[in-house]
């Protein structure tokens, strides 16, 4: 399992699915597989949205860094708590409510106050990309690899709004491609794609994300958060036809083998 250093930093909280330590105005949260698998499972999507909401609250907390402590960043959505939400409840609303819960966090990302930043290892797949393309910084290690699998496994790639925000980051033409064809891809292409910032080795990724962050944390406050908010209004309105809070009817339609039936 991969480990990594981060600057020293007091642990408030004891969070389960996920580990949380605080380095002055910098926030460390690691997602934790020991719990569970790499997936985003529903514990996990609950434990974020509520670090998210409560730095409403939070002032103090200026950048946040989102990593994983597990041999992959994130192997993507739990399809068995799918599987299990459909087998409870056949109309498909419990499985809306999950992937509901996965647009919340997308969303809590891209609007908080903090600068939020990603750091990269391993497997970032589906979901898992997903979520790190939410992250206004993304520093990924050079053994990183890429992958939307959605198609490939039968499913829309509707997990958290995740289009139409790769296709704002990236380009249409090749997520197009790279959603259609479920290619794996590297850490250099993701770079290329602007899907990653900066692309170091493993060893060094740790000081790829403290040359963002003392910088960051320098900066007035009032300014930082003033000027995300420009940036993701500006992003915003290049994304006039999104159709994001439509994805979990759409994936549950897809998926819901009572569909069509009378």
Not at 88 to 115: F, S, V, W, Y
Not at 126 to 131: C, H, N, R
Not at 153 to 166: C, D, E, F, K, Q
Request: charged residues 25%; hydrophobic residues 45%; contains cysteine.
């Amino acid at each position: 399992m991969n480990t990594h250093t981060t600057p020293a930093a007091a642990p408030v909280s004891a969070f389960k699915p996920i580990g949380i330590a605080q380095a002055g105005p910098v926030l460390h949260v690691r997602l934790n597989p020991s719990v569970q698998d790499d997936t985003l499972s529903i514990a996990v999507l609950d434990e974020l949205i509520a670090v998210l909401d409560s730095l409403n609250e939070r002032p103090d907390v200026r950048i946040l860094v989102l990593s994983s402590m597990g041999d992959d960043f994130s192997l993507g959505a739990d399809r068995r708590e799918y599987q299990d939400a459909l087998a409870r409840d056949p109309t498909g609303a419990a499985m809306r409510r999950i992937a509901d819960k996965a647009h919340r966090l997308c969303q809590a990302l891209e609007n908080t106050h903090a600068i939020t930043i990603a750091r990269l290892h391993g497997k970032v797949t589906g979901a898992g990309l997903a979520l790190a393309a939410h992250c206004d910084l993304r520093a990924g290690a050079d053994t990183c690899r890429f992958r939307m699998p959605e198609l490939g496994v039968g499913l829309a790639p509707t997990w958290g709004g995740s289009m139409g925000r790769l296709i704002a980051e990236a380009g249409v033409a090749r997520i197009r491609e790279l959603m259609l064809t479920c290619d794996i891809f590297d850490a250099a292409t993701a770079h290329r794609l602007h899907i990653l910032h900066k692309v170091t080795p493993l060893d060094q990724l740790d000081d790829a994300i403290t040359a963002w962050t003392k910088p960051l944390a320098r900066r007035s406050p009032e300014a930082l958060v003033l000027t995300k908010r420009m940036l993701t209004g500006y992003a915003k309105a290049a994304r006039t036809a999104d159709i994001a809070l439509l994805d979990s009817h759409l994936l549950t339609a897809y998926v819901n083998p009572r569909r069509g039936r009378d």
